[in-house]
Nanobody, 115 residues
Framework: VQLVESGGGLVQPGGSLRLSCAASGFTFSSYYMRWYRQAPGKERELVAAIGSFDWITTYIDSVKGRFTISRDNAKNTMFLQMNGLKPEDTAVYYC?????????WGQGTQVTVAS
């Protein structure tokens, strides 16, 4: 089983990034997928989630209207489009897959928002 994030980097405030999470080794389409982030000195927090078959999406309030989570089951990939980035979005972003009792994590990708 593997979850591999990519797309992180350094961006100026107001800029955009698109994170990807490539999955392998499990039936991606049947898993509930989520993006988490962890900033230095803070606990990991759930940022966005997308359902396995209904594709219903949820977001934390601080990213609503700026971030969009999506998935491509044909390519076993999840995305997080991040627009209007703010310095407080700086964190390591992690991909998570869950279908009880199984849960998998990626290694994370760094997003830094700074001028």
């Amino acid at each position: 089983v593997q979850l591999v994030e990519s797309g992180g980097g350094l961006v100026q405030p107001g800029g955009s990034l698109r994170l990807s999470c490539a999955a392998s080794g499990f039936t991606f389409s049947s898993y509930y997928m989520r993006w988490y982030r962890q900033a230095p000195g803070k606990e990991r927090e759930l940022v966005a989630a997308i359902g396995s078959f209904d594709w219903i999406t949820t977001y934390i309030d601080s990213v609503k209207g700026r971030f969009t989570i999506s998935r491509d089951n044909a390519k076993n990939t999840m995305f997080l489009q991040m627009n209007g980035l703010k310095p407080e979005d700086t964190a390591v972003y992690y991909c998570n897959a869950r279908r009880q009792p199984y849960e998998y994590w990626g290694q994370g990708t760094q997003v830094t928002v700074a001028s």
